[in-house]
Each structure stands twice: as structure tokens, then as C-alpha cells.
């Protein structure tokens, strides 16, 4: 089946589970389609929980963001679930931002007047095969450029950290959760065990890159990106507190590191012909 997310959807068959993830999600394209990103993020989720409620569904997944943190004040570094966050509602990243904090607030109000079943994922910098390279994220785009066998280009100072979670962790975790008991509440998916810096992924993408194409790594260099937005609002540091996710799901914990989870990434690429 093949549906536009911001029209309501009718399924004649039972559905038991649904998993809504239907957004535009890399910045440089939601500042290019900010309405088309709220109406996916507010329409769409509005539509995909109606379903839900229609079809008295086990569980659904109500895919959020770590965006909704916003840039976190050093102390909620790890950031918990219960941190409100410091947002900005104006500027030119609160299509997606803010539209994520509405989905959220419709999947709550529909837990609680209708008890549908809401699991709240919150992904953290969540990569892997299936993530375009044309996608225009940063660990995409840095890949992109050793396949193409240029110079990584750094459209910031290098500062900037985050942390990345490989699909499969971050895949395991939300099956975890879909399929249990827990509702009504958000839960962070990601990895906490390596915060990095934009000019050091930039560094590891060249190594790992330059090793997987036989050649020497590739250089590293400094631009100023054409968007005069493109840093406006982008956070310093992205990294998640897991304590909910280890308590509540025990056993549960990140398997694939950032060298290993890089590596393989590019060997996809490569495989599949990029």
C-alpha cells in the first residue's frame, strides 16, 4: 500500500500494530517544505491515530525526535525523558521541531481519552542501511563525499556533538517496546556510550571510508554553506540518558559501535552500487 500520509486512511482488514514514522526528517529539506512537514508531523499523526483508535490496535508507535530537546542546557546532558526541553517555536527548524512536540501532544490526549495504546520513541541520530545518501544529514552527506572520492566538506566549526545509534540497536529497542505492556509515555532510543564531535566523525567517515575503498583517508576541510539557516537554532550537544530504556527493558543495550556501525554503512553503499 502506498498512502499520503496527510489524507485519512481506510483499511477494510484488521491491523494489530502500527508503526508511524511518516515524516520529512532532514533539516535541510523541512526548511525547504516547512508546511508540508507540519502537516505530516500534525495532520498525518492525527490520521494515523484515529486509525489506531478505529482499529482498537495492541500498540503504535508514534515516532518522535531527540529534536524536541531541543538544544539542552550542559546539565541535561545526558538528556532524560523528562526534560522539557529548550525550543525555539520560531525559528527556521520549528516546522519540525515543534510539529514532532504536536504529534506528541495529540498521541498523549489520545491516550488519555481514548486509552489507545501510544509507545513514544524519541531516535537519537539514528543511522544505518536504508538512509539515503542524497538524504543531506550530516553522517550521509560526509559519505557521500568519500564515495565520490572528494574532500569531506565541514559546513560548521566541528564542535557540534552527537550521538549515533546504528539501526539494528535502535530496531530491537522499539520492537521491545511495541510489543509490551509500557504506554502512555516517551522513551529515548539511541547510544550513549560515544558523544562525538562533527570534525572527529569527519575524520573516522575518512578513515573507515578511505580503508573499505583501498586508498589513502581523505582530507578534511572547512566551507560556509550557501544557507544562510543552516546553523540557525542547530543544537551543541545531542546525547541520551538510557536509564528508562535499561530499566524497563533489561538486557536491552547498544551492540553496534560508531567504527563498526560506519564501516558497515559504507560497505552497503558500495555493495548496493551507491
Known amino acids: 500500500m502506498k498512502h499520503d500520509i496527510v489524507e485519512p486512511l481506510t483499511i477494510a482488514e484488521p491491523v494489530h500494530y502500527i508503526v508511524h514514522g511518516a515524516s520529512i526528517a532532514s533539516p535541510m529539506v523541512y526548511r525547504q517544505f516547512p508546511i508540508e512537514t507540519i502537516d505530516a508531523n500534525v495532520g498525518g499523526t492525527r490520521h494515523m491515530l484515529d486509525l489506531a483508535r478505529n482499529k482498537q490496535v495492541r500498540g503504535?508507535?508514534?515516532?518522535?525526535?531527540?529534536?524536541?530537546?531541543?538544544?539542552?542546557?550542559?546539565?541535561?546532558?545526558?538528556?532524560?525523558?523528562?526534560?522539557?526541553?529548550?525550543?525555539?517555536?520560531?525559528?527556521?527548524?520549528?516546522?519540525?521541531?515543534?510539529?514532532?512536540?504536536?504529534?506528541?501532544?495529540?498521541?498523549?490526549?489520545?491516550?488519555?481519552?481514548?486509552?489507545?495504546?501510544?509507545?513514544?520513541?524519541?531516535?537519537?541520530?539514528?543511522?544505518?542501511?536504508?538512509?539515503?545518501?542524497n538524504d543531506q544529514r550530516v553522517l550521509p552527506d560526509f559519505v557521500s563525499c568519500v564515495l565520490a572520492g572528494k574532500p569531506i566538506e565541514l559546513l560548521s566549526d566541528g564542535k557540534p556533538t552527537r550521538s549515533f545509534c546504528y539501526i539494528t540497536d535502535a530496531t530491537a529497542l522499539m520492537i521491545r517496546m511495541l510489543a509490551s505492556n509500557v504506554a502512555g509515555e516517551p522513551l529515548n532510543v539511541g547510544n550513549d556510550e560515544v558523544e562525538i564531535s562533527m570534525l572527529d566523525l569527519a575524520r573516522t567517515v575518512s578513515r573507515i571510508g578511505a580503508r573499505a575503498l583501498g586508498r589513502a583517508p581523505f582530507d578534511v576541510k572547512h566551507a560556509v554553506s550557501d544557507d544562510k539557516d543552516y546553523l540557525v537554532d542547530n543544537p551543541q550537544r545531542r546525547c541520551p540518558s538510557l536509564a528508562k530504556a535499561r530499566a524497563l527493558f533489561p538486557g536491552w543495550a547498544p551492540k553496534v559501535g560508531i567504527e563498526e556501525g560506519i564501516d558497515r554503512y559504507i560497505r552497503h553503499a558500495i555493495e548496493r552500487g551507491r
Open 60 to 133: 503504535v508507535i508514534v515516532m518522535s525526535t531527540s529534536e524536541i530537546y531541543g538544544d539542552p542546557f550542559p546539565e541535561f546532558i545526558p538528556t532524560p525523558e523528562d526534560y522539557r526541553g529548550n525550543v525555539s517555536c520560531t525559528g527556521p527548524r520549528a516546522c519540525y521541531d515543534e510539529g514532532k512536540r504536536m504529534a506528541e501532544t495529540l498521541a498523549m490526549t489520545w491516550f488519555r481519552l481514548f486509552d489507545t495504546p501510544i509507545k513514544m520513541i524519541r531516535p537519537f541520530n539514528v543511522y544505518g542501511p536504508g538512509l539515503r545518501l
